[in-house]
């Protein structure tokens, strides 16, 4: 079973491009979310989904964009990468909207020069 | 606020000794509650979970966890550590809604021969 498959695993990118992360997960999951890793800061939620057309800031939202137009897919965009934005970043989906354990994919690397 | 305190950044642990890793929450009603392990490179694996019931909660490879509401603690243990432990380790915390988590900034573990 794939479960949560982000792509791509490493990125750099210049300050002021714009680039998507993508998620994408196939165990029919209502809620994806998008977290990022930094050292020190443990995860913090970026934006969640609890389902297709939905969507909802979490604690650090500035800066990034979602949409969910599939039950699939959840990505997320910068739409003009800054140096603060080089972090690790994790989607992670759940069953329902209740207090399901995530499931989260391997993440994705992202430097901002 | 919801807040996730792990006092301990790094921990070093014989191979064989038990393990404790500390995890204090702050939470307004009754918390959801979560251990999940990460090795180098991957995502975050659930060990264990805690919504309600006993408080002596147990996860996989052979962790447990005690859920302490007068001490807001869920520490996590382990007897008997073994060479494949070493990783990092998040305590989190979920609320009524189940939209939001919020997690510690991890422990490292290092096992030792």
């Known amino acids: 079973n794939a479960g949560v498959t982000q792509t791509p695993k490493f990125q750099v990118l210049k300050t002021g491009q714009s680039m998507t992360l993508q998620c994408a997960q196939d165990m029919n999951h209502e809620y994806m979310s998008w977290y990022r890793q930094d050292p020190g800061m443990g995860l913090r939620l970026i934006h969640y989904s609890v389902g297709a057309g939905i969507t909802d800031q979490g604690e650090v939202p500035n800066g990034y964009n979602v949409s969910r137009s599939t039950t699939e897919d959840f990505p997320l965009r910068l739409l003009s990468a800054a140096p603060s934005q080089t972090s690790v970043y994790f989607c992670?989906?759940?069953?329902?909207?209740?207090?399901?354990?995530?499931?989260f994919g391997n993440g994705t690397r992202l430097t901002v020069t | 606020a919801q807040s996730v305190t792990q006092p301990d950044i790094h921990i070093t642990v014989s191979e064989g000794a038990s393990l404790e890793l500390r995890c204090n929450y702050s939470y307004g009603a009754t918390p959801y509650l979560f251990w999940y392990v990460q090795s180098p490179g991957q995502g975050l694996q659930l060990l264990l979970k805690y919504f309600s019931g006993d408080t002596l909660v147990q996860g996989i490879k052979g962790f447990e966890a005690e859920f302490k509401r007068s001490q807001s603690s869920f520490n996590l243990r382990k007897p008997s550590v073994h060479w494949s432990d070493a990783a990092e380790y998040f305590c989190a915390v979920g609320g009524w809604t189940g939209n939001q988590f919020y997690f510690g900034t991890g422990t490292s573990l290092t096992v030792i021969p």
């Open positions: 992670a989906s759940k069953q329902g909207t209740d207090n399901s354990p995530l499931h």
